[in-house]
């Protein structure tokens, strides 16, 4: 049985970086809870295995899984090349690459990221020329590229791109001149173009042909929720600690004169603001009309209604039986399964 939690997280259709170099923008990129699938591709095949480690899983990632799966795949090719396995992408980026495209490349490209991949999204950034004589003893800004161009350049050629392709572009940058300079306009322009229409095209299979003329050379999968080992561990987790936060705050905190324990519970979590997370108030009306734990001799029991809620379970599971087939193999159940059982005290108890 494949688990798969609940969640508000919406998941976005693939993003692809072109020209991604050191994997900067992927390592941003990867930190958004709705991005289900990233890809790189460059040209530079040994910066990809060098840079792919980068993008793996940390530690932290395994002690706090996603909500949705998340793949990354490095490719190395050329992004004048087509290859399948990128149609259908919700957004393209192609930060600072076309100036290292030569003039025949360069023609290719809207060829084939336009016509060919057309995404719904595509946004390209590219150096101002203009900002260029702001730097000291600067004609190119890297000896790789080919050419720089002007706002109007670039914007003569998005305009024609995308009217070509059926996509509109409006125009932006990052990088503002010094004051008195503010003529030459932004230190990298950038183009954003959206699909008319707003839906990457759905090709079809049969007529586009699968494509693999890319080498996948680094691929890493990350931990969720949607996967049901990790699922089931952060749930028990999370049963786990709600479970002891209620046991303890249902001791009782002093003894009675004769020696006896005082069998009143104190308030629940639900009431106290000194005791565990704050709740709003309509979490609280939900978790004071659900039903209460209540022992049994020297064993206490928590309703799975009552689990269900607080805040962070009822995220997790979608009703009862969700959440007791998630925890039926690590924690003890009443009976009937309408309950998780525990002891009433134990050593640690000796402090009230």
């Not at 930190?31 to 095949?45: A, Q, R, T, Y």
């Not at 390209?124 to 720089?148: A, C, G, Q, W, Y």
């Not at 600690?241 to 006896?260: A, C, F, I, N, Y």
């Amino acid at each position: 049985m494949e688990a798969t939690a609940r969640t508000k997280t919406e998941a976005l259709a693939p993003v692809a970086d072109l020209g991604c170099g050191d994997t900067s923008l992927l390592r941003l990129l990867k930190v958004n809870p709705c991005i289900e699938f990233l890809v790189g591709v460059d040209i530079n095949e040994d910066k990809l295995r060098w840079r792919g480690d980068t993008l793996a899983p940390l530690m932290g990632d395994y002690l706090k899984p996603r909500d949705l799966n998340l793949t990354i795949t490095l490719y190395h090719g050329s992004v004048v090349e087509r290859d399948s396995r990128l149609l259908g992408f919700d957004l393209i980026t192609c930060i600072e690459l076309i100036e290292h495209l030569d003039s025949g490349d360069l023609a290719r490209f809207p060829e084939v990221v336009f016509g060919y991949l057309s995404p719904s999204m595509i946004v390209i950034s590219t150096p101002n020329s203009e900002f260029n004589p702001l730097f000291p003893s600067v004609t190119l800004r890297d000896s790789d590229h080919k050419f720089e161009w002007t706002r109007m350049e670039f914007q003569t050629w998005a305009l024609y791109v995308a009217n070509r392709y059926d996509y509109s572009v409006e125009f932006t940058g990052v990088g503002e001149p010094p004051a008195g300079a503010e003529n030459v306009g932004y230190c990298t322009q950038i183009g954003i173009f959206r699909k008319n229409g707003g839906k990457a095209m759905e090709s079809c299979v049969s007529e586009q042909h699968d494509q693999h003329v890319y080498k996948a050379v680094f691929t890493t999968s990350y931990p969720s929720l949607q996967q049901e080992r990790f699922f089931k561990l952060v749930l028990v987790n999370e049963v786990s600690q709600q479970v002891e936060s209620l046991r303890v705050s249902h001791l009782p905190r002093q003894k009675k004169q004769d020696g006896e324990w005082d069998d009143t519970p104190k308030d629940s979590q639900a009431s106290s603001p000194c005791f565990g997370p704050v709740f709003t108030e309509v979490e609280k009306a939900k978790i004071e009309n659900s039903p209460k734990p209540f022992c049994v001799g020297d064993k206490f029991f928590v309703p799975l209604q009552r689990l269900l809620a607080y805040p962070k379970l009822n995220r997790l599971c979608a009703n009862e039986e969700m959440m007791r087939s998630g925890i039926a193999d690590s924690i003890p159940l009443s009976s009937d399964g309408s309950a998780v059982v525990a002891d009433l005290r134990d050593y640690s108890d000796e402090q009230f």
